[in-house]
Nanobody, 127 residues
Framework: QVQLVESGGGLVQAGGSLRLSCAAS????????MGWFRQAPGKEREFVAA????????SYADSVKGRFTISRGAAKNTVYLQMNSLKPEDTAVYYC????????????????????WGKGTLVTVSS
């Protein structure tokens, strides 16, 4: 069964950093676009960052630009989210997702465009 497993969440003070990781159970994910989404209590799931199959194209939500960086591992079935200068409003459950695009340079920034989801990892930023 295909799985995406996130790790790296936790409690951090405002201004601190965390690095989230997402490992895919199959190498086929090396040809999927991947992304990170988050969902805060009482809010809808929202886009955070995305990266293309090739790793050459990325996209970020305005709220995290300049603070978060998405990247893929060398085997391309692992994706990371480096989060710096964290704010209390970044508190949420962060989900890794993968989507088929058929094109190595395309990114996916919508929940409907993703085909597989992890179970999420909680990030809590204290003020």
């Amino acid at each position: 069964q295909v799985q995406l497993v996130e790790s790296g969440g936790g409690l951090v003070q405002a201004g601190g950093s965390l690095r989230l990781s997402c490992a895919a159970s199959e190498r086929t994910f090396s040809t999927y676009a991947m992304g990170w989404f988050r969902q805060a209590p009482g809010k809808e799931r929202e886009f955070v960052a995305a990266i293309s199959w090739s790793g050459g194209n990325t996209s970020y939500a305005d709220s995290v630009k300049g603070r978060f960086t998405i990247s893929r591992g060398a085997a391309k079935n692992t994706v990371y989210l480096q989060m710096n200068s964290l704010k209390p409003e970044d508190t949420a459950v962060y989900y890794c997702a993968a989507g088929r695009t058929g094109r190595p340079t395309r990114v996916v920034v919508t929940t409907s465009g993703m085909d597989y989801w992890g179970k999420g990892t909680l990030v809590t930023v204290s003020s």
